[in-house]
């Protein structure tokens, strides 16, 4: 493991008072643990905003696949974007509908642009991506 640098961060109190109510709330064990989750939730903001590089993430879909023939349809999209899929898990949650998860990595407008179809089709009932950073 690499050597971990320690570094000061100065808080007025009142900053510090909602931080640890923060910390509380999500469970963390200690303030630089929170520190660190946001620093790379924020890196990972940062690289999908920049449009540039790869970055990762999941589309999480579910669907009735009885409707509006919408597995052909997210079967097309998944190929028409297939440089950004990468792999795809489905679950029949009863009967009729499915859950399928896309894992996505590739370049941020293209993963963009793939989730805007799933999300934009046709008997999809909820579609949400998670951006996530690779690194
Ligand atoms: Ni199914």
Redesign the pocket.
């Known amino acids: 493991m690499e050597k971990v640098t320690r570094m000061g961060v100065s808080l007025d109190p009142e900053l510090l008072k909602e931080f640890d109510a923060y910390i509380g709330t999500h469970r963390y064990t200690n303030r630089s643990e929170a520190i660190r989750d946001l620093i790379r939730d924020a890196l990972a903001t940062e690289e999908w905003a920049k449009g540039t590089g790869t970055v990762v993430g999941t589309i999480t879909v579910v669907y009735d696949?009885d409707a509006h023939q919408v597995v052909d349809k997210l079967t097309k999209i998944q190929h028409r974007h297939h440089h950004s899929v990468h792999s795809t898990t489905?679950?029949?949650?009863d009967e009729h509908?499915?859950?399928?998860v896309i894992v996505v990595q590739g370049r941020p407008k293209d993963v963009l642009a793939l989730a805007d179809s799933v999300k934009a089709t046709k008997g999809v009932k909820h579609a949400q991506l998670a951006r996530t950073a690779g690194k």
């Open positions: 696949h489905h679950v029949h949650l509908m499915c859950l399928e």
